[in-house]
């Protein structure tokens, strides 16, 4: 195991204290229990949004922490959903009063423990809204899910409802924004290599040198199929066709299109990927008229990416366009 | 080789049309010959600034194309210099009467290449001065340098001299703003495993299992030494002593902290090395004001990172902190 690390034991704890140090002006760390909220108070009468899950998909969560996106993230250990406590601090610290939404990716841990501290928050007496993100088109239940999985729409889904808690939306039409644009959104993915969780040593998988997996999990979980490598191009039509036939995209529609880095590919290739993506879906007549490129939800230093499309209508492009203030994505206000 | 391209050949061609793709809103891609440049005209009377290089290192430089930084940049071959015909296109296109900046990092390819368009661009009417960066401290002379190699640094320069420029400076005051950045900067990077040239399809060098390459240049070329793999602390210490002595870093002073990935080094490594590098420096008494962390100037998928530091005074942090607006660095004005 090659990585820039110390003690395996050590790697949420210091990463977290890395990015709280780098981005004091955005962010305050909170230690025992962890999480990561928003440098500025909780305004009183806006919507707060909490989110998290397992650590090794950085930026995710943390990173999207500030204004116009996230209240709160709450780490786990790698690969593994934070226990309640963590959430219901996260959720007491930055709640203003008007109620906390919890956006959560679909892992049947993660979906158990924010559960629980829904409970315990509402039992506080903070009104608890929950959305479940489930982009992922590869596979219907898997290793760690029953149902779809919820991967890099995430960012979309937290983009959209943090610019609806920041122009003023109650708790019910957040939430209602949050599960619109998980509707909107599908992704698939694919690995060249796996990632290597610390604390197991040994890479989470294992694909021959001229052999790809189509439909990876974030986590590492199996996919549709394992086949030869080929030519991006090849690839983006496989994982797009996919991502398109699911998502019911027709002629005259206007789309995000998102390419998503998993950890260690560079962005040299999600660009040649995002320019074959971006052709493919403008001869089918559909519009691309927002963007993201880069690795925003990672599997470790994974090699491959995953490709995401979110239908847009004015609103949600109105919000994915308005300011955001985070460590992993900035837009002027 | 496993990597997401189609034919090697096309790697740059492909990757610049997708980057223009997906800014379209930021940047216009002249193809033939190949340059990147903002996609709001000249402004009449404000300094432009020009730079680039081999391709392979993005999102240096293409994504640092925009208000407040680069006027054009101008991508080679892969870890190949620009030849000096589309950097003279770049400068023709980008500007606005009041001369243009080269931003040039010092590999004798780039150096020559450079000069040569400026001679042909002055003999064109267009006043053009270049400044070279030479950030790294690891080797004196390498195989590609006369003098030390410019690296993660020049994402500093670019950001301080954009800066200057916008603000209305002349040409010889946004060239001095460059070198002084220049000047207070310093690098120095670690390997822990080699990129693979598209075209070569074998990777530039190879290190056994447990072994890092302190020192590295981002085209691979030979550091320091080589060294069994150690805990990342270990490693910050190597860099940053080597990179804090050169500059001559004391007490009192207040300085940027850049902690660079590779291209397939995923941030939850960086921001643990980024955690231990503020810790020594503020034991030293040094204040650190200012962070970036991510993977700015990379070299293909290496796994590995760099260490920069620049020491700031009040204009070069006014400088650091102007509105920027790019793919790759944001802040809002």
Known sequence: MKKLINDP?????????????????????????????????????????????????????????????????VPGPVFTSPTPDPVVAATQAVDGGAGVLYIVKN????????????????????????VLVDDDVAVKDSLYTAGRRGVAGTVVVEK?????????????????????????????????????????????????????????????????????LEPV??????????????????SGDRVLLFVNGMGGTPLVELYIAYRHAAEVLEGQGVEVTRSLVGSYVTSLEMQGMSITVTRLDDELTELWDAPVETAALRRGR
């Open 9 to 73: 034991s050590d790697v949420v704890d210091e990463a977290v204290a890395g990015f709280g140090a780098a981005h004091a002006d955005l962010v305050v760390v909170s230690h025992d229990p962890t999480f990561v909220r928003r440098a500025a108070a909780p305004t009183p009468g806006k919507v707060a949004i909490v989110s998290g899950g397992g650590s090794g998909h950085e930026p995710l969560h943390a990173g999207f922490v500030g204004f116009g996106m996230l209240s709160a993230a």
């Open 233 to 250: 191009d090849a690839v983006v039509d496989r994982l797009l066709a996919a991502v398109t036939d699911d998502l019911g995209v027709t």
């Open 160 to 228: 959209t409802a943090g610019a609806a808690a920041e122009r003023g939306d109650s708790l019910d039409a957040v939430a209602e924004v949050a599960r619109r644009t998980n509707e909107a959104t599908r992704t698939m993915g694919v690995a060249l290599t796996a990632g290597t969780v610390p604390h197991a040593g040994e890479p989470s998988f294992t694909l021959a040198d001229d052999e790809i997996e189509i439909g990876i999990g974030i986590h590492g979980e199996p996919g549709r199929e394992r086949v030869p």
């Open 107 to 130: 892992y049947t841990g993660d979906v158990l423990n924010f559960e629980t501290a829904a409970d315990l928050a509402e039992a506080e007496g903070i009104t608890v809204r929950s």
